[in-house]
T-cell receptor, first 113, second 116 residues
Framework: NAGVTQTPKFQVLKTGQSMTLQCAQD?????MSWYRQDPGMGLRLIHY???????DQGEVPNGYNVSRSTTEDFPLRLLSAAPSQTSVYFC????????????FGNGTRLTVT | AQTVTQSQPEMSVQEAETVTLSCTYD???????LFWYKQPPSRQMILVIR??????QNATENRFSVNFQKAAKSFSLKISDSQLGDAAMYFC?????????????FGEGTQLTVNP
């Protein structure tokens, strides 16, 4: 059971480049989400999805797009990278109920120069 | 919107001693869930313990326990018999029972050092 698989682990982009962070889970979780982690700010929610075809914005959505065509996959797209998007990104999933805990991927460290 | 505050950016403890990490939150809701996550240097996010607000009994998981004070909106984590492997960043998190999805609101984190 792989859990939440997130790729790549590291990425360096130049300002203005685009890329997609991949996230897949094999636990049949309805809920998936993307967070960014910055020093002193904890984890902040970028976008989330409660099921295939349904997405919504979190706390810091600007500059990012998501889609959810299948239950398993939830890619995060950076349309035009900016230095302010330098961060560690986490994908997470859970059942959409109660005290079901979030299961996290191992994170992607993104640097935008 | 709910907020979560961890007022201790850094804490240290001697091996085998006990340490308490603080967390406070702000909410107008009466029912919700609270979590503590651990992030070691590997960057992996690991669930430590969880608490449901309607339960008065404090959650316990082996050496980890919480002191949940609902009226004070406080949710502290106590680590007993600290071990070197407990060294990590610890995050407190809140989940509303009312809003859709399993969104978590995280605190800023507390970096715990365990001294041998």
């Amino acid at each position: 059971n792989a859990g939440v698989t997130q790729t790549p682990k590291f990425q360096v982009l130049k300002t203005g480049q685009s890329m997609t962070l991949q996230c897949a889970q094999d636990m049949n979780h309805e809920y998936m989400s993307w967070y960014r982690q910055d020093p002193g700010m904890g984890l902040r929610l970028i976008h989330y999805s409660v099921g295939a075809g349904i997405t919504d914005q979190g706390e810091v959505p600007n500059g990012y797009n998501v889609s959810r065509s299948t239950t398993e996959d939830f890619p995060l797209r950076l349309l035009s990278a900016a230095p302010s998007q330098t961060s560690v990104y986490f994908c997470a999933s859970s059942y959409n109920r109660g005290n079901s805990p979030l299961h996290f991927g191992n994170g992607t460290r993104l640097t935008v120069t | 919107a709910q907020t979560v505050t961890q007022s201790q950016p850094e804490m240290s403890v001697q091996e085998a001693e006990t340490v308490t990490l603080s967390c406070t939150y702000d909410t107008s809701e009466s029912d919700y869930y609270l979590f503590w996550y651990k992030q070691p240097p590997s960057r992996q996010m690991i669930l430590v313990i969880r608490q449901e607000a309607y339960k008065q009994q404090n959650a316990t998981e082996n050496r980890f326990s919480v002191n949940f004070q609902k009226a004070a909106k406080s949710f502290s984590l106590k680590i007993s018999d600290s071990q070197l492997g407990d060294a990590a960043m610890y995050f407190c998190a809140y989940r509303s029972k009312e809003t859709s999805g399993s969104r978590l609101t995280f605190g800023e984190g507390t970096q715990l050092t365990v001294n041998p």
